[in-house]
Every structure is written in C-alpha cells, then in structure tokens.
C-alpha cells in the first residue's frame, strides 16, 4: 500500500511538470530554489509566476512562506519569516517601478492601513530611485521576519534601513495578492493555483 502511494505521488508530480524533490523551479527562464533558509528557519517556495503588461513579460516574483498557503488570508496570516523575490525581465526605471509599487499598496489596503505603511513606502521608493533603473537579469528580495521588520536587497545586497512596521510587509504582499492584483494570474501562481493564462 505504501509503494502504491509513493508511486501515486510521484506520477502527480511528473504531471504538474515539477518533482516532488526538485531543487529549483523554473519561470520565464528564472530559477527559484524551491526551499530557502531565513533568520534561522527553513523556508518553502509557495509559487512562483511572471507578472505581464499586456503581452510584456516584466518580472518573475516568487513568494516564500514557512508553510504552503492557498489564499491571501492564509499567507497574511502565515508565522514566520516571509520572502519576496523579485526577477527582472526588462528594463524598468526604478522610479517608475516604486510608483508601480505604491499605487498598488493604495489599491488593495485600506487608508488607515496605509498610513501605518507609509514610512516603509517612503524608504522602498528610495531604494528604487537611488538604483535610477532596474536591468534585465536583476533581482530583489525584500525580506520579513517577524520582530525585526522588512528588508531590501538588490543583487544579494541590503539597501537602506531596515522597515520596522509590520504593517508594511502585509501592504506590499497585497500587490499581488489583493482584490485588485497587478496582474491575476501571477496571483495565482504566487497561491500556487494552476490556470491557464488568458491572453489579453
């Protein structure tokens, strides 16, 4: 029974296209190591997908979390430290990225909640305006760990103060996760729901 179960569980995974045990994931050419460790504790990808403008690729986001989540409450509610992971596909000034970024938070968080946000909004679109332009290939994580607060790496490197409001971490998943995502079906490859994308 329990060879039958271990062979059933192998053939789902060969048909989703991704091994059970495989070490990274692959999106738009982009590789996404399926687990990571973060202030001491091992963290799992929960999806990954490629947000588009029009027919555009623009970047791959993968989203890590210390265990799977299928809906935003879910992943807003998750313990532990949290990982962004942001992957260029095309150029994109930053200043333009950061405002990206903001108009999203506003759309999808509450005016109270985003006041509390503000601070952390402020330091991000620095971090965008100080790097003047993302290139193809470059990457970002943006890091929370509870007690501590959010940070900002470019290229594997810590940019700016670290973002102590907790509220903030929660505003900028809402980019993607909220009632008014940036791009739908990255939502739901962030959630880990397989759809086919419509063309637009």
């Not at 569980?9 to 399926?34: D, F, H, M, P, R």
């Not at 623009?58 to 962004?84: I, Q, S």
Request: proline content about 3%; overall charge positive; charged content about 25%.
């Amino acid at each position: 029974m329990r060879a039958f179960i271990v062979a059933a569980l192998v053939a789902a995974s060969s048909l989703s296209g991704v091994s059970t045990w495989a070490q990274t994931v692959e999106v738009a050419n982009v590789k996404y190591e399926t687990g990571i460790d973060l202030a001491g504790q091992k963290l799992q990808l929960n999806g990954a997908g490629v947000r588009y403008k029009f027919v555009v690729k623009v970047y791959a986001a993968g989203l890590y979390l210390t265990h799977k989540a299928g809906t935003t409450a879910e992943v807003l509610a998750a313990p532990g430290p949290k990982r962004v992971h942001i992957h260029m596909l095309r150029d994109i000034d930053g200043n333009e990225l950061g405002k990206l970024f903001t108009k999203g938070m506003e759309a999808n968080v509450s005016r109270e909640d985003f006041a509390k946000s503000i601070n952390g909004v402020l330091k991000l679109s620095e971090v965008f305006a100080s790097r003047k332009q993302l290139n193809n290939g470059d990457s970002f994580f943006i890091d929370y760990v509870p007690g501590v607060g959010s940070t900002v790496l470019v290229n594997g490197k810590p940019v700016g103060d670290t973002i102590k409001e907790p509220e903030f971490f929660s505003s900028l998943l809402r980019i993607w996760l909220g009632d008014k995502p940036a791009d739908d079906a990255l939502k739901d490859a962030l959630l880990g729901i397989k759809k086919e994308r419509k063309q637009r």
